[in-house]
């Protein structure tokens, strides 16, 4: 346990590294996820083709190929980048391919005619989507993001092999000065858990917020479906 004590700072470092990774990488996947899928359903084939190319290239690049490509790759042509910049980089590319998909699926659950029903009052591609699709489609989004939230935390461990100091590069660097593998690699388990299962419990506090008949409704929403049905 003294291989704990004398390097808690450093093990509350490498826990911050891993959550900002991870929170920064997550995001902003999800902005660039999000635009790709409404470029996979837009009526522009050029579009619609970018977006697809770019799944089909960033979903089946291991993460740590990703990773070592974008870090040692982008100096050469002129592009410096810290090496945790780098990590959150290749989180982003890669996750953002997952998003994509997800969100896509999303929408193609909401049924056609809804759409078809926003355009005949008016609305355009984005409006539809904006107030009639995205609202319908978010409800069965919610897991599936859940699923790559996980593999982003998950995916952060790889970025100790670029040097980032997250807490998998911090207990690496503490079994070789005290050789307690298990120990160590017990903490940085322990911390991805925690990670996992809190995004877990968050996805689910959402989707049952989000619900039909859910704390998300008005209570007077509520009091007007009690009244009607006392009224039948």
Do not use: K
């Not at 003294?2 to 920064?24: C, K, M, S």
């Not at 899928?37 to 619609?48: E, F, G, K």
């Not at 040097?163 to 322990?190: D, S």
């Amino acid at each position: 346990m003294d291989a704990i004590r004398e390097n808690i700072p450093l093990l509350l470092q490498g826990i911050g590294t891993t959550v900002a990774l991870t929170l920064l990488g997550y995001t902003f996947a999800l902005i660039l996820g999000t635009v790709l899928a409404v470029a996979r359903v837009s009526p522009i084939p050029p579009l619609r083709w970018a977006a697809t190319v770019y799944v089909e290239i960033f979903r089946n690049i291991p993460l740590l190929s990703l990773l070592i490509l974008i870090s040692f790759g982008l100096p050469d042509v002129g592009l410096l980048l810290p090496y945790f910049w780098c990590g959150v980089l290749g989180l982003t590319l890669s996750s953002a391919a997952f998003v994509c998909e997800n969100v896509r699926s999303g929408i193609n659950t909401v049924p056609i005619g809804h759409a078809e029903a926003a355009r005949s009052i008016g609305l355009g591609f984005f409006g539809t989507l904006r107030f009639v699709v995205l609202p319908q489609a978010f409800r069965t989004m919610i897991q599936p993001l859940v699923n790559v939230f996980i593999g982003t935390v998950i995916g952060s461990a790889l970025c100790s092999a670029i040097a980032v100091q997250e807490i998998t590069w911090v207990t690496q660097t503490l079994n070789i000065r005290y050789a307690q593998a298990v120990l160590m690699f017990l903490i940085a388990g322990a911390v991805y858990l925690i990670l996992s299962l809190g995004g877990a419990a968050v996805g689910s506090a959402i989707e049952r917020a989000v619900a039909p008949g859910g704390r998300g409704r008005s209570e007077a929403t509520r009091r007007l479906d009690v009244t009607a049905g006392a009224q039948a």
